[in-house]
């Protein structure tokens, strides 16, 4: 059987909503650090400064979303109890990660926050196993989810996503490194499996700087779910946007 090519999907906030289950995380970890002396007076507030934070921590890390999120913690302690500036806060706190935090206030509120996100199945995105038992009878659909391991197949198991997917491909942080090897092993299976098959290759994923921008850099045709992390000011445009899942049948099965 011939197959009209691969389609990648990105999972956290593509396919299911991840984003809720960070919101609760970082509340709790929030409150944690109040628990301990922490002025937080507006918990909505202390979140818009823990996003800031966050984001300067990716960057510290090259672009990984999960990384010890005690360096989190500790850089709002910093940042919120010891005054320090915002990015003298991050500064230190990725420091002192390298060897490992040792303050009790954050190593607890991160151990709160760390046990929500490996305990909390995020929910499906409206119509996602629908549209991906559609797809699947004439693509091979891979799933190219970025965190920690445990955390992600925790949701990848829960889902049955190994019965549906293709290939799964966990990894730290989204490259072009990882794009180039995911799309040749992608090309693989259509060759192998699918002798005379279209070598059409698709990236759907809800971040700009991350799913669309490498799926250009593949050659990839893109098709954007617009997610909660994106910059208003981002000039990567996709092939296509769309706003439900759904909307891929229209697209690629006609």
Known sequence: MKKKGMIIFDMDDTLVKREEVYIEAQKNLLQT??????????????????????????????????YNYEELARALWLHIVEKKNLNNACRVAFQEGKKGVHFKQTKEAAKRHDKILKEKIPE?????????????????????????EDIQKHVINYYNFDKIFDLINICPRKNLKVFKEVKKKGLEILNNKYPGSSDRIIVVGDMLSQDIAYGKRIKAETIWIPGPYDPKTCKIRPDHKIANLLELLDLLLP
């Open 124 to 148: 499906l995105k409206e119509n996602a196993i629908e549209t991906l038992k559609n797809l699947r009878e004439k693509y091979v659909l891979i799933l190219l989810s970025t965190g920690k």
């Open 33 to 66: 650090l109040k628990e301990f002396g922490a002025n937080i007076l507006n918990l909505n507030d202390s979140l818009a400064i823990l996003r800031k934070i966050d984001f300067k921590l990716v960057s510290l890390h090259r672009g990984e979303f999960m």
